[in-house]
């Protein structure tokens, strides 16, 4: 069966509209997504404890910089780890990135997720991030490493 190119266009965006119906009924999310502002924020949830927030490097994601260093953390503290904004799996209205605009997203992350203070472990970027997050917002922030 062929389309034309408006109807592949308007079977497209029925099916994104059925996603996001499927993704986002009632508030609860199925795949591990949280909007702040335009983004929206793709991450890896594992563990249980004091929350860790890792940071990854530029051109990565956050499971994929930390792979080989969360096993020791996940049985006492509960790993987070984000794709950054214009990285991953992370969405957003504006491509354009920094290590200030990042900084804000993951602020807007810990609010959303309700984390309270959070120890931040950055690499590259992630470093850069957790720097400008801290000194903007201390009050978010256990440790730095």
């Excluded at 109807?7 to 795949?31: H, P, Q």
């Excluded at 949830?45 to 890792?54: E, T």
């Excluded at 609010?111 to 472990?121: A, R």
Aim: include cysteine.
């Amino acid at each position: 069966m062929r389309f034309s190119a408006k109807k592949e266009a308007l079977k497209l965006d029925s099916i994104k509209i059925v996603l996001n119906e499927v993704f986002y009924i009632k508030g609860r999310d199925f795949l591990p997504y949280k909007t702040v502002g335009d983004c929206s924020i793709y991450y890896e949830d594992i563990g249980v404890g004091d929350p860790i927030l890792f940071l990854h490097g530029g051109y990565s994601r956050g499971i994929i910089s930390f792979s080989g260093q969360i096993q020791p953390f996940f049985h006492t503290y509960r790993c987070l780890l984000p794709d950054f904004r214009g990285h991953g799996r992370t969405h957003s209205e504006d491509k354009e990135w920094s290590t200030p605009a990042i900084a804000n997203d993951m602020a807007g992350f810990i609010t959303e997720m309700n984390l309270g203070k959070v120890h931040l472990v950055g690499y590259s970027l992630g470093g850069g991030v957790a720097l400008h997050l801290a000194s903007k917002h201390p009050e978010m922030i256990r440790s730095i490493t």
